[in-house]
């Protein structure tokens, strides 16, 4: 008995890390049909043994998407999920059991597609979009209306006629293939970290504090699902219809379908078109069509037993394992990476998988020679995600990480309470040395042109730049009989170091590669601290007072200026002109065309800026001010005392308010 409330608690851990991998970290381990495969089975063991029940356990929910930093709401009705299986047989059987559950009435059933996104609820009062809420744990989720109100296929004011005067539709927020690989092309040449798939991104994005950034990034929605007292008609399609003529983008693929073979025939057809569509989708979603009967079958506590997912098979391809290589970061972070006999995987070619890190290649337990399943479902960056056991050699050893670097030979280090193993050896490991190179001259950093991976490496080598420093000191001449540069290139590459100089001090702080100092922090060091040197100057009390600074990232900006050749790489920055300090721009305030089309009323009083500024913040980004709420109005910037008759109309014609925090958020960060 022992070993299954054993067996029950490993499990319960297992998906707890998982879950917060998933929804919290955006970074998921294993696939979502290895967690449903756990999930299963402990919904299994629970069910076989009730006195082991716990009300916290991960079957009793939906898993959270919560984050810090948002305001967040009750649904009115809970966010459900939906019971999935990967076998067909098993969506004839739901179909079966709904008709059985409804003494063998004729029951329509809407196919549908599954999108792998992030899903969203939206409320509409009198035709206008008034709230946007994440799923978040099922019951309350986070206030997003600003980063959604810059989704443009969401519809703020609703077209066409007869829709309710309340009511809420729910769908999916997803990334289109094109905007997803155009992000992650930038992140790359940035040196940040890599999307695993367009779904993390989606959500990613859409918990972001800065609604201009969400406006860039091409988010899209598709609406599947709507609620309210008054719906026009009593069936789901119908509705569905009626929602696209009100100017939601609803998917033509929906079908209403009479008979098992046509269900079989959407799946057939839908498994091979999937890679035809420009979103993601992960599977198919079969509901039943008729609200009655869909009350008739009603919920069990976590989804409903009108609708079912059927979820596709994520590809995968055996393939042996050649050897592990390990591979030394800018960070000194060293990265397993499985070199594969190559196998064609989804239409491309995969030779290589990272394993990420220790704690990985060990949870999977793989041996030199294995034979390993790759994965890649929605996700462009193949996974690893099992070992093939029956093909395993009796005598071979399980895979070992290093001891030593393999770049600088210097002894390897494991980071305490982190998976990460480093080389120490900082300012001497050369693919350290390279990489801070290569981060100076992103595109996010100082954007100095035609510096790639290869040239910073060969720059390197050939004695030209060991620090970002050297690169203020080349000169044409020194480039331009480099391999693979002539002239012209010479020129570009001097020239854009030349125009690096005026990169503003954010970047330049960025572009340091203090450890822990990404673009979020550098731009708040910025802000706080106004000049390299002050910043140079503080100790942990005066970091740490700087929101969003705790102690570990402010040790780590104290470690860095307290080693002599940083400190000297500043001065030679500095003397060669580099921005050190924070410039304003003309009026001091931000701009962009964040705010276009919309209208504004301001009302109350501010802490952050006067009236007469927050005015021209609206006109530098675009907006309109205006002096009285009406229904043209887009939302009214409150700050405290907005007057009662103010609060009133707003509250009558359903025009949202924004805090002052809000509004300050939904304009680039100066
Ligand atoms: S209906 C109560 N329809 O899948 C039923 N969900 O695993 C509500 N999803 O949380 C969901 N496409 O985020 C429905 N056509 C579709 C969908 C869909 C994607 C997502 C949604 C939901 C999850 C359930």
Partial sequence: MDSVKQQIETLREALNRHNYNYYVLNQPEISDKEFDML??????????????DDPLSPTHRVGSDLTKGFVQVLHERPMLSLGNTYSVEEVDEFVDRARGGLDGEKVQIVGELKFDGTSISLLYEDGRLVQAVTRGDGVRGDVVTANVLTIRSIP???????????FEIRGEIVMPWKEFERLNDERKRAGEPLFANPRNAASGTLKMQNPAEVARRGLDAYLYYLLGDELPFDNHYDNMQAARSWGFKVPEAMRVMDTIEEVDAFIQRWDVERRELPVAIDGLVFKVNSLRQQ????????????AIAYKFQAERALTPLRFVSFEVGRTGVITPVANLEPVLLSGTIVKRASLHNDDIIRSLDIHEGDHLYVEKGGEIIPKITGVDLGARQPDSRPVEFIKVCPACGSELVRVPGEAAIVCPNTYGCPPQIIGRIEHYVGRRMMDIDGIGDETAAMLYERGLVKTPADLYRLRVEDLMHLEGLGQKSAERII???????????????????????????????????????????????????????????????????GVESNREIVAQLADAGVT?????????????????????VISGTFLHHSRDEYKEM?????????????????????????????????????????????????????
């Fill in 295 to 306: 009350l008739n079958l009603g919920y069990t506590a976590k989804s409903p037993r009108w």
């Fill in 39 to 52: 999930l299963k089975e402990l919904e299994k063991l629970e069910r076989d043994h009730p006195e082991f």
């Fill in 580 to 600: 050190m300090e924070l410039e304003e721009s003309a009026s001091g305030l931000p701009e962009s065309n964040a705010l276009e089309g919309k209208t504004i």
């Fill in 618 to 670: 609206i006109e530098l980004n675009g907006g309109k001010n205006a002096g009285s709420i009406s229904k043209k109005t887009s939302f009214v910037l409150a700050g405290d005392n907005m007057g009662p008759a103010k609060l009133e109309k707003a509250q009558k014609l359903g025009v949202a308010i924004v805090t002052e925090d809000e509004f300050l958020a939904m304009l680039p960060q100066v």
């Fill in 156 to 166: 703020t004011q609703l077209i066409g006629e007869g829709w309710p005067r309340r």
């Fill in 495 to 561: 020239a854009g170091v030349e125009a690096s100089k005026r990169a503003p001090l954010e970047r330049v702080i960025f572009a340091l590669s203090i450890p822990y100092v990404g673009e979020t922090v550098a731009k708040r060091l910025a802000k706080s601290c106004r000049s390299i040197p002050a910043l140079m100057s503080m100790d942990a009390e005066a970091l740490t007072a700087i929101d969003d600074i705790g102690p570990r990232i402010a040790a780590s900006i104290i470690d860095f200026f």
